[in-house]
Structure formats: structure tokens, C-alpha cells
């Protein structure tokens, strides 16, 4: 949910979060042209697909839609898709004659990927709305295509981070760690303890889950902005500076689930909670699948230092929504649309769900609890903000990534051919 600009040159989350201007109508871009399919309106419920498939956010998202379809007018309805099959699925959705009207999905390059292609409907004038016109100057960026059209509207953010069960680590009487060094001797006291001291959920249709190891060890030794650049087809995959990154990997995988890459995500948390494992290195929707009377027990820290020269940044992705640009209910997506971003709508998913997330609407109120608070101030604090691999690169780039770092780890003294084979994959897709 990092709400970064698109260019090469991002805001942190701090200048996110006090970037807010009351934008007016004039901040619309002059000149913006919506197609006139995106004009066109017809009956009908707007149809939201989304990925939000965990049973505490499926139950909140309906809250929502529920919320917007009282009020009269419009009328919305839910049809949620397992994230996985959604992933994989939503290029044929916005290509299809016959789309869904509205997605679940991330800002940033990801989206302006499918900007680039026509596949968006053009949000300029509903980012002229009172609600998203506030939104700071950064999340408006984040949401801007190359060609200068808004083409999402954020809602929510959260951020990455070891997390861990409060009572078990008491418990094994250890603490959290700051610099690498203490991150390797925790594994080590833990290990000694006969608990496997690292989760890590990549398999079973979430092999993702793995791109947080490479994104936060690549911008802990090598910085954000090489991170970006690696991304965007700057550097390449079989760098020096891209080996630095498993070599630091090497020291921490003899302590990681050996079972990594067979579990989900979700069952990985399961293992966390019943304290078979004693950390994980998640976003805080891995929380939708904690029972809400074990959330107190929940903490984290963040991902330990490696390189004191190097700015401590961070993974806060930014979740939301984009239409198709092939909707014939663009006057009734868009009506939704400003609903969704209003505070009222923020705060009625939050309740609904973990609470784990942080909103997007100035004046909505995050769950308040300590852990929420901790992640924000984390957020806040962050030298620079990341998202994730694949809202930072494409959702055609991210496959590569699952490939590569799930060979890694199943045959790490083959790492030399696996970023050979990472960077040829890689051109292919950056040359499309």
C-alpha cells in the first residue's frame, strides 16, 4: 500500500500522510479526455470483483457495499474471487467483452500497466469529488497513469514486518531484534529452543509471500531507489549487487520452515499461532485469518538493519480500487467510487475486518489499537516507502520473481543460473 509516485523519484510515507491540500476542481488535469465508452451508462448493479478473500474482509467488504446500496441510487454487488485465481484471471477480466465493472487491486506501476493499454476507466472527475480531493499529493501521484489520467482510488494501507506471537516470546525469553546480527542470533536462540524460528507461507498458490525477502533485503543492502531501478529494467537480475542479496539470504534460510514453500501463507499463520514457528515476515492482512481474541497477542518489528549507510525503508502497500474502461455503468462505478473513498465507507471496513489496515481518508479513524499504532509510526519513520514487487514493477514482472525465488530455495547452490534465467525472463517481459 506504499502510496509512491510513479516516477523515479517517490515521496516517503511521512510526506503522504501531511501532503493533504484541499485540490478543488481545478487540480484536475486540463485537457483530460474520458473515452466515451466510460461516459456510457446502463442499468444494473455495478459489479465489484475482488480478491479480498479471507473470511473476516469478504464479511467486511459486503458491509461496505451493503452501506452504499442504503443510500439509494446506484447499486452495487460483491463477487469475490480467490486471490490467486483473481491474480492470475484479472487481465483476461479488463480484456473481456463483457467485464466486471470495478477491481480490488494496487496503484503505482502495476496499474498504469493496464493504463497503458486502455484497460482503465478514467477517474480524473472523481478525484474532483470533496472526499478524494483531500487525498495528499503523494496518493494522488500513486494514482495518476504516465499519460496524466487518475486511474485508482486508494482506501487503505498497511505495512510488512516480522510478526510474532507477544506470549511466545516471552515465553522463549527473547526479544526483538534491531541489526541483522540479532535477527541471526534470535534464530539461532530459538532454534536451540526446538522451534523453528522463521515461517514463511510461499506455497500452495502464495510463492509471492517470497518477494518480501528479496525486496526487503535488496533495499536493506542496496537501497530503495537501486530497487526501483532493478525493477523498472535499470539493473539487471544477475548484478553483483543482486548476489549481495542471497548471499545475506544464505545466512538467514537454514533457519526458515523447511515446509516454506509448501504452505500458504494462510497456514503458515497457523503454525505462527500455535507456536510452531516463531516469526514471519508478512503484511498485516495475514491477520484476517488470526480469531480476533488472539489479535492482542500479536506484535512485530521491523525487518533488522543490514547496512547502517543505507536508509531504512519501508514496505507499505496501498490497496484500492480501478474500473474497466469497458464498464457501461461508468456513471454508476464512479458513483461507488466516491463512496468507497469516503471516510465512512474506510472505517466501515476496518470494523468489519482485522482492523490491521490504516486508511487513506484524512478524517477516518483507524482501529486505534497498539499494533496499529506501532505500524503507522513505522510508516511515518520510514527513510522512503516501497510497496511491493509486484505494485512496484508489473503483474506480468511478479511470475519471474515466484520462479526464481522459489528455485532459490529449493536449490540455493544453483543461484547463478537461477538470476541468469531470472534476467532473461525479465527482458522478455520488459521488452513487450
Known sequence: MSPLSTGSSRPSRRRLLTG??????????????TSVRSNVSSGGDVTLQSNLSAPQ??????????????RGG???????VASETF????PTYLTSANPPDLYTWYPGSVADAYARRDLLLNLDDVWQSPDVSRYSKALKSLCTSRAGHK?????????????????????????EPRTWDDFLALCETLQRKKVTPIGLGAGSGTAWVASSWFDY??????????????????????DTEVRRVFDRWDEARPFIDKRGTALAFQDATTELLQGRTGMMLIGTFFADSVPKDQLDDIDFFRFPEIDPKVPMAEEAPTDGYFASARTPRGRQTKEFLRYLATAEAQETYLKGSSGT???????????????????????ESAAEVTQFFNRDSSDELSPTADTALIRYLSEPDRI???LTTWQRDAEKIWGK
Open 217 to 238: 533485503l535488496n533495499i536493506r543492502i542496496n537501497g530503495a531507489q537501486y530497487h526501483r531501478d532493478l525493477l523498472a529494467g535499470r539493473h539487471r537480475f544477475d
Open 416 to 418: 547463478a543460473s537461477t
Open 20 to 33: 493533504v491540500g484541499a485540490l478543488g476542481a481545478g487540480a484536475a488535469l486540463s485537457g483530460c479526455v
Open 87 to 90: 491474480r492470475t484471471q484479472l
Open 357 to 379: 489496515a490504516l486508511p487513506t481518508h484524512p478524517d477516518a479513524k483507524d482501529s486505534g489499537t497498539a499494533l496499529v499504532k506501532k505500524g503507522r509510526a513505522l510508516v
Open 57 to 70: 474482509a469478504k464479511s467486511a467488504l459486503q458491509k461496505v457495499v451493503d452501506g452504499f446500496n442504503q
Open 151 to 175: 486511474v485508482f482510488v486508494p482506501t487503505s494501507y498497511y505495512w510488512w514486518g516480522f510478526f510474532y506471537r507477544k506470549s511466545n516470546f516471552r515465553k522463549w525469553g527473547v526479544d
Open 74 to 80: 446506484a447499486s452495487a454487488s460483491l463477487n469475490t
